[in-house]
């Protein structure tokens, strides 16, 4: 069973299963991080949805590129959580089945071609403290709490 983060399911309403797949970026003293601007700013772990006939990993290095333009390396799954939100730009409730990895940005290619996205780097610490949801925060956070080599 996987962890449910941030509200409860109301009861009666019917949710949409959607999962996604989003990545922990660390390079050097700082994390990779999307910054969706449409409306009230919202920092985020990049990734997104898995499509139709998509992989997880298919889905995280098209959404990490979409949404930074960064390629990624080396992807290793952490583990996963739920939340159950609404989604404005589907007009939908959803149950997010967010799959979160962890991989090595390599090489930045272009700016986001997601439209309303911004790259931003920022340390570990304000990045657990600024993060959009709570899911995103607990992985970050357990991920940089983790014993050295």
Not at 59 to 76: D, K, N, S, Y
Request: proline share 11%.
């Amino acid at each position: 069973m996987n962890r449910r983060v941030g509200h409860p399911p109301e009861t009666g309403r019917r949710y949409t299963l959607r999962p996604g797949a989003y990545a922990v970026l660390p390079r050097h003293e700082a994390v990779l991080l999307t910054c969706q601007t449409d409306g009230e700013p919202d920092l985020q772990l990049p990734g997104g949805g898995i499509d139709p006939g998509e992989s997880p990993l298919q889905a995280l290095h098209r959404e990490v590129f979409e949404e930074t333009g960064w390629h990624i390396a080396h992807p290793r799954r952490l583990g996963a959580f739920r939340r159950f939100v609404y989604m404005p730009e589907y007009s939908m409730w959803a149950e997010k089945l967010c799959h979160i990895y962890v991989a090595r940005p390599t090489l930045q290619i272009s700016n986001p071609t997601e439209p309303d996205h911004e790259v931003v780097w920022m340390s570990p610490d304000a990045a657990a403290s600024t993060l959009g949801n709570d899911g995103d925060r607990l992985f970050l956070t357990r991920y940089f709490a983790r014993p050295g080599p």
